[in-house]
């Protein structure tokens, strides 16, 4: 069955970088895009980054030009570099890929505060 595993989460100062995995299994990595969302507390999760299978990429407005999403088909991984954090960006963030219905990974906690 398809598994998403998030990781590279962690407690960051503002201006600081994380770089975000996701293993995925369980359906023909190459063939399908995925994406990052963020739920922060009280809020609704969000779109953050996605990257077709074709390797185009779009970002949520608020973190274009800090973050940046890219694939391993080899690794069968997908990732977010996070640049230039900001507290705002606190949130808990998923990977997530959508195949016949929505899978979701476990998600990862960033934090980021000094």
């Known amino acids: 069955q398809v598994q998403l595993v998030e990781s590279g989460g962690g407690l960051v100062q503002p201006g600081g970088s994380l770089r975000l995995s996701c293993a995925a299994s369980?359906?023909?990595?190459?063939?399908?895009?995925l994406s990052w969302y963020r739920q922060a507390p009280g809020k609704q999760r969000e779109l953050v980054a996605l990257?077709?299978?074709?390797?185009?990429?779009n970002y949520l407005d608020s973190v274009r030009g800090r973050f940046t999403i890219s694939r391993d088909n080899v690794k069968n991984a997908v990732y977010l570099q996070m640049n230039s954090l900001k507290p705002e960006d606190t949130a808990v963030y998923y990977c997530?890929?959508?195949?016949?219905?929505?899978?979701w990974g476990q998600g990862t906690q960033v934090t980021v505060a000094s």
């Open positions: 990257i077709t299978r074709d390797g185009i990429t």
């Open positions: 369980g359906f023909t990595f190459n063939k399908y895009g």
């Open positions: 997530h890929i959508l195949l016949g219905m929505s899978h």
